[in-house]
């Protein structure tokens, strides 16, 4: 629902759409509070990421559904009827985000930055009997749709020259959605059951402080630029997402003023889910708080494009596609295959 309307709005804006200006300017479209404004400075932008989890990983190395639920026992065996390994298999998962932005430059030294966070995930699995001959039962499919994340950062201006700029940034992100949507999951006893979903399907509730240094070095036509931003959990509900730490770095080059190429190399370090929630308990790896988190490369690749508009504002398309280079993920987990970044900022 929520994603229709954000669609509506994106295409709307698309529609008035005509050229010429610096595409170099703002980083690839997938780093967020990459620059700031000159005072009173305003712009809105628009992203929406799809990303595509395939197959699964042990520790970082590939494992099968039948070495899954051979090997790996069910941390709530112990409940009546619950079968003594895994007997669920996520197989696919895809989480598609929508990210509404507006900045504004208080002075040119100090710009604020808010993001609302619409989220939908559809998770694929497969389900075997719990007990005797392990046979495969069927695959069955639960989603959730929801506003999930609100944030609120200021960008302080360090440093700028010609050739070099350098900026802080602080804010704090509140997960605002649910945390106990239900989905209808095949069980190892063949029957259709209304549950409460693994934490990958929820949001945690949970209060964060976003810290970022950013540094971005003119040479030319080449801009390189990079970023460290860590995202820590103030207060949490029951259970959080772990913290987590990225560190992106960039090559952008200019074909003309209007148009940029950029490479960008992002690891990502998450802990585990800290807390649990005693409602998560299906005989699925996702529902062990402990197979959450871990480290990740990505190799980004995109193409920044400027517009003008109305004369005096102008708008930026960026599109970004990060292929995974390495999975380290703790435990248990599905692994990252791609996602893709699109975005369009307008300047007011
Ligand atoms: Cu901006």
Redesign the pocket.
Known sequence: MYMKFVFSVFFLLFLNLSFAATAIG?APIGVSGD???KSK?K?V?IRYSTMQMKGNSLHGNTISDQEIILSQANPFASMSGAPANLSVVPTKMEMEMVMI?G?YALSDNL?Y?GMLMFMKNKMTSNTYKGAMDRAYLGNFQTSFDDLSNISLSALYKLTETNKNRWHLEIGLDKSIGENNNQGNMLTPMNTYMQMTMPYAMQMDGSTRLISALTNSTNLNDLVFGSQIKKYTVLKDKEWAFGDKLEISSWLQKSYDESLSFSARLIFTDQQQISGSSSKIRSPVQSANPLNYGGRTLELGLGANKVFHFFNKSHSRVGIEILYSLNNNKNGLQLKNDYKLIFGY?M?L
């Open positions: 703002h620059h700031y404004h400075e712009m932008s932005g900045m710009t930055m900022q300047s």
